[in-house]
């Protein structure tokens, strides 16, 4: 399962355009909530989740997405299930996918030591050891990152061939006239 993280504050396009994206590329994608089940994004609008974090499995894990927005950014890294997450995925090398300001998270902790990684713009300085790019989307080995807003679709193409293949992403390119 692929657990995308929502906290109040979110990036509603962030983190929608993944899910949506990534199901029709029929993967396991299930919106999880930090500190309950309906969580409300940056520009007010509420997301019922499939789960809340207090219910998640870490064995049922393939990967984990954070979106950014503020404060959700914030949010998620005050929450200790998303860090706990975060560490097993990178200790079990599953894809971690952090777009906008949630690369953040993931220098705070030390993880980007020797990665390649992008943000959003202002938070470069955040991204503590890793060799910061300004690409719309950066893959490094299990890590994606990616800029913002405008960059979602890229991110969550990106996120689909890690999990799939470029010939499912080109399907789905086709499908929604992304061509």
Not at 110 to 127: N, P, Y
């Amino acid at each position: 399962m692929i657990a995308v993280f929502l906290a109040n504050g979110f990036e509603e396009v962030e983190a929608l355009t993944p899910v949506d994206f990534l199901r029709r590329l029929e993967l396991d994608v299930k919106t999880v909530g930090v500190g309950g089940n309906v969580i409300r994004g940056s520009h007010h609008i509420s997301v019922v989740c499939d789960m809340t974090a207090d219910a998640l499995s870490f064995e049922d894990l393939s990967g984990i997405v954070l979106p950014g927005g503020m404060p959700g950014t914030l949010n998620l890294e005050k929450d200790e299930t998303v860090l706990k997450a975060i560490r097993y995925g990178f200790q079990k090398e599953l894809l971690v996918g952090a777009i906008c300001a949630a690369p953040s998270i993931l220098g705070h902790m030390g993880l980007l030591k020797g990665r390649k990684a992008t943000c959003f713009t202002g938070f470069e300085g955040e991204l503590e050891g890793a060799t910061v790019l300004s690409d719309p989307v950066v893959v490094d080995r299990n890590l994606v990152t990616s800029r913002g807003a405008g960059t979602a679709s890229q991110f969550a193409f990106a996120l689909g061939e890690k999990l799939t293949s470029k010939e499912r992403v080109s399907l789905l390119k086709d499908g929604i006239l992304w061509r």
